[in-house]
């Protein structure tokens, strides 16, 4: 593996890391080149290391052992790694809502899911991840980066790991969503309640309370997303 230029480079990174694998014809089991070693020999910084780690853990790709290191879980070929989608706040409004029809196939399906599924263990993660969108959003207005991490958890209660293999393809793209998405914290401010509505249903195990109340929280979003320009994508 050769040093990587500057820009691009978790994507650089996850196509080097995939490459290596499939040359070296690593094997489920193998373990891979440390952080330290990934860091020397291709010319990156830990965060760069640990968010490309992080992601293949999310595809289920490998795991990572505390105190022994990460291990390759299944085959990997250059082709399998795909670039994770990404969109800019200031492109037309229409690519917004393109973004949002994927987005609301992916979450009420996983509302469902975990409506079916959610264990009490997952209960109570969804619940402290809740508490803490509240908290926040009461004393700034906004949930930020708490909200996605709500979502999150639903994904998690699903027990399924493709809904979260799926989000990494999109992640960038549905993160514009919850952190000050376009220059405004008060986006999609009004869906707030609803998302105590949407816990109480999974809680219940009611799939289609929990679909509704997907339904009505993205109904929100795209409220707001056609109140902003169409040519900026900024507010009107």
């Given at each position: 593996?050769?040093?990587?230029?500057?820009?691009?480079?978790?994507?650089?990174?996850?196509?080097?890391?995939?490459?290596?694998?499939?040359?070296?014809?690593?094997?489920?089991?193998?373990?891979?080149?440390?952080?330290?070693?990934?860091?020397?020999?291709?010319?990156v910084?830990r965060?760069?290391?640990?968010?490309?780690?992080?992601?293949?853990?999310?595809?289920?790709?490998?795991?990572?052992?505390?105190?022994?290191?990460?291990?390759?879980?299944?085959?990997?070929?250059?082709?399998?790694?795909?670039?994770?989608?990404?969109?800019?706040?200031?492109?037309?409004?229409?690519?917004?809502?393109?973004?949002?029809?994927?987005?609301?196939?992916?979450?009420?399906?996983?509302?469902?899911?975990?409506?079916?599924?959610?264990?009490?263990?997952?209960?109570?993660?969804?619940?402290?991840?809740?508490?803490?969108?509240?908290?926040?959003?009461?004393?700034?207005?906004?949930?930020?980066?708490?909200?996605?991490?709500?979502?999150?958890?639903i994904?998690?209660?699903?027990?399924?790991?493709?809904?979260?293999?799926?989000?990494?393809?999109f992640?960038?793209?549905?993160?514009?969503?919850?952190?000050?998405?376009?220059?405004?914290?008060?986006?999609?401010?009004?869906?707030?309640?609803?998302?105590?509505?949407?816990?109480?249903?999974?809680?219940?195990?009611?799939?289609?309370?929990?679909?509704?109340?997907?339904?009505?929280?993205?109904?929100?979003?795209?409220?707001?997303?056609?109140?902003?320009?169409?040519?900026?994508?900024?507010?009107?």
């Amino acid at each position: 593996m050769q040093p990587l230029p500057s820009a691009d480079r978790i994507a650089a990174v996850s196509a080097a890391l995939a490459a290596f694998i499939a040359e070296g014809a690593l094997q489920p089991g193998d373990r891979l080149p440390t952080e330290r070693e990934l860091m020397a020999r291709l010319a990156v910084g830990r965060s760069t290391v640990r968010e490309v780690i992080r992601q293949f853990q999310a595809r289920g790709l490998v795991e990572t052992r505390k105190g022994s290191g990460t291990y390759l879980l299944r085959a990997i070929t250059p082709g399998a790694i795909h670039v994770s989608l990404t969109i800019d706040a200031g492109l037309l409004r229409d690519r917004l809502l393109q973004t949002l029809e994927i987005r609301r196939g992916l979450e009420v399906a996983a509302s469902e899911a975990a409506a079916r599924r959610a264990t009490p263990a997952d209960l109570v993660v969804l619940e402290e991840k809740l508490v803490a969108m509240e908290r926040v959003h009461l004393d700034q207005g906004t949930a930020g980066p708490e909200d996605l991490q709500f979502h999150l958890a639903i994904y998690d209660a699903t027990h399924n790991p493709l809904f979260r293999q799926l989000l990494e393809q999109f992640r960038e793209t549905f993160e514009h969503f919850f952190e000050k998405p376009f220059d405004r914290p008060d986006f999609a401010r009004r869906s707030f309640a609803l998302h105590r509505e949407l816990f109480d249903a999974i809680r219940a195990g009611d799939p289609e309370a929990a679909r509704l109340k997907t339904l009505g929280i993205l109904a929100i979003v795209e409220e707001d997303i056609q109140a902003m320009s169409p040519t900026t994508g900024s507010p009107q």
